[in-house]
């Protein structure tokens, strides 16, 4: 199973950006899926997560400006990004945990994507 980021980029403070995760391989089912960042000088944090049941958490800096979705048809996790700001900057990856075809339990990660929100 392999997860691929992607839609991370350079943004002016108050815009959006919207990230994609899609999870590919021998999937069976995928349980909860996730946004995390990492700050320079910083540890890792969850920003959202979704269940598989579509119930979601975020982060309390991000409540109200982020959104994530996932269409469990294609394997995939968005998250939109609205009124970034430049505390926002990190690199952000995707995580997701399921079953693979054979009914090995699995947890990945995505490569990490930038985004960068500065004017």
């Known amino acids: 199973v392999q997860l691929q980021a992607s839609g991370g980029g350079l943004v002016q403070p108050g815009g959006s950006l919207r990230l994609s995760c899609a999870a590919s391989g021998s999937i069976f089912s995928i349980n909860a899926m996730g946004w995390y960042r990492q700050a320079p000088g910083k540890q890792r944090e969850l920003v959202a997560r979704?269940?598989?049941?579509?119930?979601?958490n975020y982060t309390d800096s991000v409540k109200g400006r982020f959104a994530i979705s996932r269409d469990n048809a294609k394997n995939t996790v968005y998250l939109q990004m609205n009124s970034l700001k430049p505390e926002d900057t990190a690199v952000y990856y995707c995580?997701?945990?399921?079953?693979?075809?054979?009914?090995?339990?699995?947890?990945?990660w995505g490569q990490g994507t930038l985004v960068t929100v500065s004017s």
């Open positions: 979704v269940t598989s049941g579509s119930s979601t």
């Open positions: 995580n997701a945990g399921g079953f693979t075809g054979w009914g090995a339990k699995f947890d990945k």
